[in-house]
């Protein structure tokens, strides 16, 4: 996990920059490798907090698309 302006350890980032009312910060990036043998569909689920506000949360229900499996061209053999 990276971020311009976040501090990422493990599966948590933080960002100690203030925030506004209103304001946006740049959004924390996730890179993930995805199994041979993964279930057709996860959900990534990501919670906020901090500010004096409520935490947060959302859920994204993600579909697995499986690779194509491709075979390598016939060479003719060479006489």
């Known amino acids: 996990m990276q971020g311009a302006g976040w501090t990422c350890t493990g599966p948590a980032c933080v960002c100690s920059d203030a925030l506004a009312a209103g304001g946006e910060l740049p959004s924390p990036q996730l890179t993930v490798n995805v199994a ?3 279930p057709a569909s996860v959900t990534n689920t990501a919670t906020v907090s901090g500010g004096g506000s409520a935490n947060a949360s959302a859920s994204d229900p993600t ?11 016939q060479v003719p053999a060479q006489q």
């Open 63 to 73: 579909v697995i698309d499986a690779l194509p499996i491709h075979s390598a061209p």
């Open 36 to 38: 041979n043998r993964a």
